[in-house]
T-cell receptor
Framework: GQQLNQSPQSMFIQEGEDVSMNCTSSSIFNTWLWYKQDPGGGPVLLIALYKAGELTSNGRLTAQFGITRKDSFLNISASIPSDVGIYFC???????????FGAGTRLTVKP | DGGITQSPKYLFRKEGQNVTLSCEQN?????MYWYRQDPGQGLRLIYY???????QKGDIAEGYSVSREKKESFPLTVTSAQKNPTAFYLCASQQGLNNEQFFGPGTRLTVL
């Protein structure tokens, strides 16, 4: 099955900087999800998006569901050291169990 | 507390041995999933189950087997037929087809 195109693959930033990452697909999804995975652990859901054009915030995190339903971005503002980890996007097709994942963006935050 | 548990966290096996990874959830979710994660790659679906006593192959089911005898449990067996079994294995559950999946903490399997 097709995976999502997630970029960038990795980011090295200074504490306090803003971060932006995105996912694109050639297929339409009905739900976009963003997860964070800490080293050695399972992914934890950060934000879920259910409608095209939807913009949702969760603290310093903001994510948008693209109008074409083929893309989504995640922004993190004023990064802190605990933001370190791997961020995954995931797209869910309507009415089935087919969820596709990006390869992840590895974020490193230097104090 | 409600959640998904996987055990053990780390597992070592000799080549040629079958090994079973445990996944339990008390969220009353109908659907459960097994994924494999390799470095630098996204999650790849091994098997999933939408209801008890039913399961379907995912993208990379060869060399794996599952059972779903209880709603709460979805164990994964990595058989000796799996050519490259060393990986991080993640279990997830989902309530309803349009909802997000929740993940367990993962099991890191190393085959020596």
């Amino acid at each position: 099955g097709q995976q999502l195109n997630q970029s960038p693959q990795s980011m090295f930033i200074q504490e306090g900087e803003d971060v932006s990452m995105n996912c694109t697909s050639s297929s339409i999804f009905n739900t976009w999800l963003w997860y964070k995975q800490d080293p050695g652990g399972g992914p934890v859901l950060l934000i879920a998006l259910y409608k095209a054009g939807e913009l949702t915030s969760n603290g310093r995190l903001t994510a948008q569901f693209g109008i074409t339903r083929k893309d989504s971005f995640l922004n993190i503002s004023a990064s802190i050291p605990s933001d370190v980890g791997i961020y995954f996007c995931a797209g869910l097709y309507y009415n089935n169990n087919d969820m596709r994942f990006g390869a992840g963006t590895r974020l490193t935050v230097k104090p | 507390d409600g959640g998904i548990t996987q055990s053990p966290k780390y597992l070592f096996r000799k080549e040629g041995q079958n090994v079973t990874l445990s996944c339990e959830q008390n969220l009353n979710h109908d659907a459960m999933y097994w994924y494999r994660q390799d470095p630098g790659q996204g999650l790849r679906l091994i098997y999933y189950s939408q209801i008890v006593n039913d399961f379907q192959k995912g993208d990379i089911a060869e060399g794996y087997s599952v059972s779903r005898e209880k709603k709460e449990s979805f164990p994964l067996t990595v058989t000796s037929a799996q050519k490259n079994p060393t990986a991080f294995y993640l279990c997830a559950s989902q309530q309803g087809l349009n909802n997000e999946q929740f993940f367990g903490p993962g099991t890191r399997l190393t085959v020596l």
